[in-house]
């Protein structure tokens, strides 16, 4: 399996931008799918999850109500749709899939790693 992320850039506060992980593989539908970040000097923390349907999501604070993670299984393809950027979400943003079908919220619970797309936030 690999993730193949994309859509990272450099923009500015209360700018959107659009990330993508398109997945290579038969299963995609098997499993749920997540984004996590990791600034720099700082670990990799849980932004959103996704479970293998797409019926489900769950955010972590920091991104309710400003980001939307979103599947198409067609294309083996997860998005997360990130609106009114502030500085603190510049980091390194990495897609996962997860090892089942329901929502994870831990790095333990996601068995393969995209290599990450740098989003930076200017203020």
């Known amino acids: 399996v690999q993730l193949q992320a994309s859509g990272g850039g450099l923009v500015q506060t209360g700018d959107s931008l659009r990330l993508s992980c398109a997945a290579s593989?038969?299963?995609?539908?098997?499993?749920?799918m997540g984004w996590f970040r990791q600034a720099s000097g700082k670990e990799r923390e849980f932004v959103a999850s996704?479970?293998?349907?797409?019926?489900?999501?769950y955010y972590a604070d920091s991104g309710k109500g400003r980001f939307t993670i979103s599947r198409d299984n067609a294309k083996n393809t997860v998005y997360l749709q990130m609106n009114s950027l502030k500085p603190e979400d510049t980091a390194v943003y990495y897609c996962?899939?997860?090892?089942?079908?329901?929502?994870?919220?831990?790095?333990?619970?996601?068995?393969?790693w995209g290599q990450g797309t740098q989003v930076t936030v200017s203020s």
């Open positions: 996704i479970n293998r349907s797409g019926t489900s999501t």
């Open positions: 593989g038969r299963s995609f539908t098997t499993y749920a």
């Open positions: 996962a899939r997860a090892k089942v079908g329901l929502l994870v919220t831990t790095p333990q619970g996601y068995e393969f």
